[in-house]
């Protein structure tokens, strides 16, 4: 069905992009820990 494989791309790619966004955030933790004990 195309709605529903049209559905499953669009959620993929959301989840993604969220998976990109919170490996972006971690990444970014460690260097404001270390701007704050500076």
Known sequence: ??????????R?????QAGTAMLA?????PNNVLSLLR
């Open 1 to 10: 069905d195309f709605a529903k494989e049209t559905a499953n791309l669009t």
């Open 12 to 16: 993929a790619q959301i989840l993604q």
């Open 25 to 29: 955030q971690a990444n970014q933790l």
